[in-house]
Nanobody, 124 residues
Framework: VQLQASGGGLVQAGDYLRLSCAAS????????VGWFRQPPGQEREFVSA????????RYADAVKGRFTISRDFAKNTVFLQMNSLKPEDSAIYYC??????????????????WGQGTQLTVSS
């Protein structure tokens, strides 16, 4: 499954934005879809993940309470609603898929189908 993240942009601190992750080719089916971000010069870090079937959800502590991940079965799309944005949320956001066990879903090395990502910049 090849994915494409979209919806990034330039916003101010406190604003909100919604990212989309659309799949081309096969549907998500039994996959877990994860969102990751990579600030300039830093490692790629886990943001959130959702199990397509069953709906298990996890968030990184840094975004818990501000970000919400969801899925649309009809559109075969995963969304990341980001509220109360902070400058430290600025990064390139990527989505990808995995079928690994739930305990390992924060490990970006276990994902595939990475697209080009979408840039989010939050000004203070």
């Amino acid at each position: 499954v090849q994915l494409q993240a979209s919806g990034g942009g330039l916003v101010q601190a406190g604003d909100y934005l919604r990212l989309s992750c659309a799949a081309s080719g096969r549907p998500f089916n039994s996959y877990t879809v994860g969102w990751f971000r990579q600030p300039p010069g830093q490692e790629r870090e886990f943001v959130s993940a959702i199990r397509w079937s069953g709906g298990g959800i996890r968030y990184a502590d840094a975004v818990k309470g501000r970000f919400t991940i969801s899925r649309d079965f009809a559109k075969n799309t995963v969304f990341l609603q980001m509220n109360s944005l902070k400058p430290e949320d600025s990064a390139i956001y990527y989505c990808a898929t995995t079928r690994i066990v739930w305990s390992e879903i924060e490990n970006h090395n276990r994902y595939s189908g990475w697209g080009q990502g979408t840039q989010l910049t939050v000004s203070s």
